[in-house]
């Protein structure tokens, strides 16, 4: 079984930063694909950001040019840098690893954006 753990939430001014980590139990260049999802208050979770085996990152439109996945083999750690953060981005972050036959997920850090 796959362990994910997610920190680096917290709360920050309209505009601000932070840099989420989930830290996986397993050797994450072994794992097809790592990803974040985010679900806000009564909303469905939703896709914001992955990071392919090969190295390939990809975006959430509205996310593309302020959020940056990236990943630290040695680690076994996906990190997600989240900057210009607005308000309704307000929601738990999570992290998740997937391949053709499994997908798990972390617990989720909250970041909440105040205006």
């Known amino acids: 079984q796959v362990k994910l753990a997610e920190s680096g939430g917290g709360l920050v001014q309209a505009g601000g930063s932070l840099r989420l980590s989930c830290v996986v139990s397993v050797n994450i260049a072994s794992i097809t694909t790592m990803a974040w999802f985010r679900q806000a208050p009564e909303k469905q979770r939703e896709w914001v950001a992955s990071i392919f085996r090969d190295g390939r990152t990809d975006y959430l439109n509205p996310v593309k040019g302020r959020f940056t996945i990236s990943r630290e083999f040695d680690k076994n750690s996906v990190y997600l840098q989240m900057d210009n953060l607005k308000p309704e981005e307000t929601a738990v972050y999570f992290c998740?690893?997937?391949?053709?036959?499994?997908?798990?997920w972390g617990q989720g850090t909250q970041v909440t954006v105040s205006s």
């Open positions: 998740e690893a997937a391949s053709v036959s499994y997908e798990y």
